[in-house]
């Protein structure tokens, strides 16, 4: 008998004695979400007092609730593709997390909860295969006067393998997300350990840092400043706390450096300043810009030489399509050499995006 | 110019520069509240379309708050000693964890913001030590039939000792709780990064299961199965997959086991169950109850060798207190030799009271 297959026996089994689902994974839906058969959603939401109550779904908007027995507002929504969605309810105009539910979304400025449909198998679900393990680790900035933090996963058997060395992906938060966002919405513990047992990736520690770390600074403080601060942290403090702390290969080749929506513009950015330092660059849903270092595309030939990857995934339905269609653009026309990838399905600028983006693009990481 | 000087004159440059206060550590204070030089708190929470708002903060109780200016409900509480207070508002009767605030309390079924007072250096506040590292990591239960979830705390230099074995404490999560709890709120990592860097603490490896894993069963399971469960998943599955994965000390004077309310009952149980394993107990504000190990109480000689230590500590306002006083005396009849801790200050039945028990204990495990 397999392994498997002795482990859906023994789940069958408990689940006959205690009447338990044959769930495959920690953190069951909240009692909130209901995911029928034909992959609509049923939203139930208590609030006795309310005059009105809507409920935000990243696959359906913002969508009127209707109030039932007890107080209890309701709604379908979809059908939609099984994945990981966002939502909040709102009730009179305050937006609130549901109580319920134990998956977050670290946001800065609004706490979403998440749906995690499981009705079909995803590459972000937690498998039989070996399991890396995710740090949250504190660094001292001195150019901040703090203490910052870093989420970091590290591969299957690092531990077990106290002399191996291993490329690094330093991925950034996008806007008022922190740098928990990569694990806790983002999974990508979860689908580099099942992209490596596949024999699809390459076994490497990403790094994820809080990109524009507002939270340190009083709220109002300029956010180019703001970006430039944490340009400066990340190539002189984090990058060698992280190469003087974990096993890292230290040269270029061995580096990638890529992010999420402002976090994807700031990957590029430092990536493109610093081609000594990074081979490796994606942009997942990115704001782009060529101006800070337009050096990069006066002398295509030059970047290309240095670049082993350029990769730019984005939504045809995000609001930032076009300003990356005008970047892929201006490298097409610089000659620089790039991998894109565009979805129509995944509901625009959101996290649906960011892990499709990720599982194409891991795959491409240190080859 | 020693080190933590020039940090404190780096960080005043810094905040000159960019007006920026000289914080000490991620996480800034949330805009909705406001701590006053006299140790009040100012809530601020903004519902235009309310007709009623109130705040729970845990050093207050529930609390109506005014309508002012642009929607925004205003309410100063306090003075309060400086501690981390959960706290959230109530809109209309609905629950709101505060959207602002990046801190936050990871619970079954209610949502709550932490309030971080800075007022006063404190044990669990990031210091200027070397630090320790806390690891997501998730095993295999076949006894569940699914993947559970670990946080784990390694201390300082971990990874640079790969030959190093350390003292394991099992410290369990209580009802409702989350296995990120004694992380996220609890502060375990931070205080044992102060406290092993004072030489007051041993240095030991922290195991955070999820002492009552409802969220993996349909909602009404029964709680003592569950309890059962845990039991079994705790001796059979999470140990053996600690001492696999981590360079542990297996042996019983290199072993304690406690936890938080009905986490320290579980501890207490599991540990009485297991005195073959564990030497160090330790209760923080537990429910009590003898009935699971009568031989413990029957023999006390016979326990009291098996014993290195046998902590207990609860609030005499908390509603468990009777509870606790009435197991120590029976301890203290059967002549097994125990540690006990009472506060006056810590608001009952929570979180301050078990970072302080916390604290007090941690400085007495593994010696």
């Known amino acids: 008998m397999n392994k498997n297959k002795a482990k859906l026996l023994a789940s069958a089994a408990l689940a006959l004695c205690f009447n338990l689902p044959a769930v495959a994974q920690w953190g069951a839906p909240s009692p909130s979400t209901v995911v029928n058969p034909d992959n609509t959603v049923t939203f139930n939401f208590r609030a006795p007092n309310a005059k009105d109550v809507k409920v935000n779904a990243q696959f359906a908007g913002t969508k009127d609730m209707q109030k039932g027995e007890n107080g209890v507002w309701s709604v379908t929504l979809g059908p939609t593709a099984p994945d990981i969605y966002p939502y909040c309810f709102v009730v009179d105009g305050v937006q609130v997390a549901d109580p319920q539910c134990p998956e977050w979304f670290p946001n800065e400025t609004f706490k979403n909860s998440l749906l995690d449909m499981r009705t079909a198998p995803l590459i972000h679900e937690v498998r039989d295969v070996p399991h890396g393990s995710v740090d949250y680790v504190d660094y001292y900035s001195d150019l901040m006067g703090l203490y910052g933090r870093l989420v970091i996963y590290t591969p299957p058997h690092y531990d077990q393998n106290p002399n191996k060395k291993y490329p690094v992906f330093y991925l950034i938060s996008g806007t008022t997300d922190t740098e928990e966002v990569y694990f806790k919405v983002g999974k990508v513990n979860?689908?580099?350990?099942?992209?490596i047992a596949e024999g699809a990736a390459k076994e490497m520690i990403v790094v994820l840092p809080y990109g524009n770390p507002s939270l340190y600074f009083p709220k109002g403080t300029n956010t180019f400043q703001m970006g430039?601060?944490?340009?400066?942290?990340?190539?002189?403090?984090?990058?060698?706390?992280?190469?003087?702390?974990?096993?890292?290969?230290?040269?270029?080749?061995?580096?990638?450096?890529g992010g999420f929506s402002r976090g994807g513009n700031q990957g590029l950015a430092n990536g493109l300043a610093n081609l000594d330092k990074f081979s490796y660059l994606c942009s997942y849903s990115s704001f782009t810009s060529p101006q800070s270092s337009p050096e990069v595309y006066a002398n295509g030939a030059d970047t290309n030489s240095k670049i082993k990857l350029f990769w730019l995934g984005v939504g045809t339905d995000d609001f930032l399509y076009q300003n990356a269609k005008e970047y892929m653009d201006l490298l097409d026309k610089s000659g620089i050499k790039n991998t894109k990838e565009f979805t129509t399905d995944k509901h625009g600028h959101t996290w649906m995006n960011a892990r499709y983006f990720l599982d194409k693009s891991l795959r491409l990481l240190f080859k």
């Open 228 to 257: 430039d601060i944490f340009s400066k942290t990340l190539i002189n403090e984090i990058m060698p706390f992280v190469e003087k702390n974990y096993r890292t290969i230290n040269e270029k080749d061995s580096r990638a450096i």
């Open 190 to 195: 979860f689908i580099l350990d099942n992209l």
